[in-house]
């Protein structure tokens, strides 16, 4: 166990292609930048330059990269921390960032004990995220083949007015349209094999889904959530696996930042 005097504090701005890296070495007020690659061989040449991983703690703000930078320095023996935006400090009217500046401040912030962590969370979790994400994305594109298909049939005089679309009866309607254009006849089986596809990749993903409904953590919550109208299991699992962790996170950030502040938890009855 180190002492927090023989600590290196360490702070990365990152983006896709580059890490630029704030180093607080112990004992010392100025610091270091470092810029490398945004990959594994560079960020293993980069945690070797240190006498020991076990006297390292890094951080970086969550963002769109993910926690696959977390995860690989948790591997080398590197303690990690993915820091919540949000909750970061900022002196008024600071609007400038750049990845250096940014690498300092936080550099700076994470020694001094002012910045809070969020839960990140297993890789598991953040799979399921992902395929309901998916299953997003499969929406939408459905959403836009069938608009794209009704707005032809609309410019072509071909309206529909027997009630819901996309019935049953809509289906068979729009089987039996037919035009004297060959090209017309073309875009028309276009549009229709694009909702049709769609429709299947939705389905697919949706299987999918359906063999995570029992996992931990989400089968529980999952369960309670599809008790309320208008929300199915599927709807129930995008919730709790993008909504609730992400509050939890947040919760669990705010509950630290309290206690730092000395106020009582949120989550605690100060009674």
Known sequence: MHRPAELVHIAFDTSKDVLVAGVLRPGEETLTIDRFFNDEPSIRRFVKGFPSPAAIRTCYEAGPLGYELYRLLGSLGVSCQVIAPSLIPLAPGDRVKTDKRDARRLVRQFRAGELVAVRVPSKKEGAVRDLCRARIDAVEDLTRAKARLGHFLVRHGRIWRGGDAWTDRHRKWLGTQTFDDRVLVQTFLRYKATVEARDAELDAIEDDMRGCLELEPFAA???????????????????????????????????????????????????
Not at 226 to 253: C, I, K, M, N, P
């Open 221 to 271: 919550n999952v369960a309670r959530l599809a008790a309320y109208r208008g929300v199915d299991r599927f709807g129930g699992l995008a919730l709790q696996a993008e909504v609730w962790l992400r509050e939890s996170a947040y919760a669990q950030a705010s509950i630290v930042r309290a206690e730092r502040e000395g106020e009582a938890s949120p989550a605690i009855d100060p009674r």
